[in-house]
């Protein structure tokens, strides 16, 4: 200890910020060491958690400042945190997180060392209260700046020195017996259908899932957990998704796939390491570091229980468990020993590194550029394309005369349209071929799902209109027949290639989407109403042909006279065609429907949970 009395907490220049004064249980508090004065700093510090009720600790601490370091108090990891170096610090930023099953009030308390003789121990925070159900937003914010309370210390604390742990609470987890309360509805049931490897994450072990935020709803399809125990970790892999599947996780500099070691989770026997080479896993027949392996299977789920050393090793390849590590977890199906199938979408990296010997939460990495990816070919294929062709093909007696920039406007804005969905196409695929590369387009894995084959057909297809649209023949040319045929045929093989990719994305593991029941209704709904809109411009663009040529034979011989008189013998310019009124409402109702639709499909891409 520092052998000298602590300074009364009254007078301390150091206080406690929460970002929150009510939570609910197991969720996060903001926790902020400080002071406040410009030049009272502190030096050292130690950080925990007590319960109001009797003064016991409680919780566990995550650290966010470098300047941070564990403290296990009894038998409770990371449930205190000191300072790691003696430098004058500002600030120190951590969040607690109070156990699921603690109900009552706490109290963040921290000794605070100015120098070796100025120091103050047991400064509280205000009151936490954790609570089952709290007002609409779940929090309630303080008011002002929490003032710590004088509290006198007449006996000595064995906090005082804050390097020390602070062993002497045996009573450090109180909480626990909140447990063994019954329930009395039907939630016990539920409950008890909760696969037990769910259990204390995030608080006695940390938690990645697939697809992303599936820990929370314990309805992960893919599951990685781990904590560290001395000088050994200890990992629980689960795959639901059947039997014959594996489950694997991938230790990663980085958030893609190619080399990293893997450790598998299929074989019954023993557990398996591979070496991603590039994209394709190779087993590794002689490996060190794993030191015990259980495996079950039972009801379609597939488990196991790895214990590791801190080193994996296989070769000339290695990783060190304790350095912070991108995790990569994936699953499929399992052809036998030696032997990863594809995982078909069913994948997913943490957001960022993470360290194994610390208890976190996991975040996933962000899908965002396969959510626009899905965006951009939507409003290309559903949104611009088919106005684009309805405008060529029904538009060109419209608006006879009338010009922009030199050209027709039926012209100008079916190239707009068109420019368009190639532009938003391009993109699209870019977004894709920065997220996973070609690899969805290998032969083994097209069997799966043709999406990606598919869009890329659509996408050739697009890129060669505008290649045929600057080699096109005059008016009146030989080729032109030809290459009006051409065009057209293209252009509409495209489009139909586009909705069949955006159809068959619904149902890809990486979207998500197998829970939108309607978006293969919504998609078929869209395919109905182009054809109909189609017949329906076809049926006026024919009426108005016939009654043209009604009154062009009765006004023959007296426009031929005029023609002669006149030395005109040219194709006389026809007035805008029969109907154009209806025509553009139409036209303003098709491309309304279309937009609409791609709006309900964009926020269903981006509501769907990521996989």
């Known amino acids: 200890g520092h052998g000298l009395t602590p300074k009364d907490n009254s007078n301390t220049p150091y206080s406690i910020k929460l970002n929150s004064l009510q939570l609910k249980p197991g969720a996060p508090a903001e926790v902020e060491l400080t002071h406040s004065g410009s030049e009272e700093h502190f030096k050292g510090y130690l950080v925990q958690a007590r319960s109001v009720s009797d003064d016991s600790v409680t919780g566990i601490f995550e650290t966010v400042s470098d300047d941070a370091q564990y403290v296990k108090c009894g038998e409770v990891p990371q449930s205190a945190v000191t300072h790691v170096f003696s430098e004058a610090k500002e600030a120190i930023k951590l969040k607690w997180i109070p156990p699921t099953s603690f109900r009552g009030k706490v109290k963040i308390v921290a000794t605070f060392v100015k120098d070796y003789s100025t120091y103050w121990v047991k400064v509280p925070s205000e009151t936490l209260e954790i609570v089952e159900v709290t007002g609409p937003s779940g929090i309630e914010f303080p008011t002002e700046a929490p003032k710590p309370e004088p509290k006198p210390e007449s006996e000595p604390e064995p906090e005082t020195e804050p390097e020390t742990e602070p062993e002497s609470e045996p009573e450090s987890e109180p909480e626990s017996e909140p447990e063994s309360e019954p329930e009395s509805d039907g939630s016990v049931e539920k409950l008890a259908e909760i696969n037990p490897i769910y259990s204390d994450c995030g608080i006695g072990k940390s938690c990645f899932g697939v697809p992303a935020k599936c820990v929370e709803a ?355 310019e026809k007035l805008d065609q029969e109907g154009g009124a209806f025509r553009k409402i139409l036209f303003f109702m098709y491309i309304t429907t279309a937009w609409v639709l791609v709006v309900v499909l964009a926020v269903a891409v981006f509501k769907a949970e990521s996989a």
């Open 218 to 572: 314990n309805n992960c399809k893919l599951l990685a957990a781990w904590k560290r125990f001395g000088e050994e970790f200890e990992f629980d892999l689960l795959s639901t998704a059947g039997s014959g599947r594996y489950v694997a996780v991938g230790f990663s500099s980085d958030s893609k796939m190619g080399d990293e070691l893997v450790m598998a989770c299929a074989n019954k026997n023993s557990a398996e390491i591979f070496w991603n080479d590039g994209k394709s896993p190779k087993p590794q027949s002689a490996f060190s570091g794993i030191t015990s392996y259980e495996y079950s299977s039972s009801d379609g789920e597939t488990s196991c229980k790895i214990k590791s050393s801190k080193i994996l090793k296989s070769g000339s390849h290695t990783v060190d468990l304790t350095n912070e590590i991108t995790l990569l977890l994936a699953g499929g199906p399992y052809n036998g020993p030696g032997s990863l199938s594809y995982h078909l979408g069913d994948k997913l990296a943490t957001g960022e590194p993470v360290s194994l010997s610390l208890i976190s939460s996991v975040g996933a990495k962000s899908d965002l550029l396969f959510r626009l990816h899905g965006l951009f070919m939507m409003c290309a294929w559903l949104g611009c394309a088919g106005s684009g062709m309805i405008m060529a093909r029904y538009f060109k007696q419209t608006w006879k005369g009338k010009q922009i920039l030199g050209a027709d406007r039926w012209f100008q804005a079916h190239r707009l349209l068109m420019v368009t969905t190639l532009v938003l196409s391009l993109v699209g695929v870019v977004f894709i071929l920065v997220e996973v590369d070609v690899q969805p387009l290998a032969p083994k894995n097209l069997s799966s799902n043709a999406h990606p084959v598919i869009g890329l057909i659509c996408v050739l297809l697009a890129l060669i209109q505008p290649i045929m649209a600057a080699f096109r023949p005059h008016p009146g040319d030989s080729g032109r027949k030809l290459f009006n045929w051409a065009h057209w045929g293209v252009g509409n093989l495209a489009h139909i290639f586009g909705i069949c990719a955006i159809f068959l994305a619904g149902t890809l593991a990486k979207a998500n989407l197998a829970s939108t029941d309607w978006w293969s209704w919504v998609l078929l709904a869209y395919v109905v109403f182009h054809v109909i809109t189609h017949v329906v411009f076809s049926l006026l663009w024919a009426k108005a042909e016939r009654s043209y040529k009604v009154a062009d034979q009765q006004l023959t011989e007296i426009n031929g006279m005029n023609k002669i008189k006149n030395n005109n013998f040219g194709v006389e």
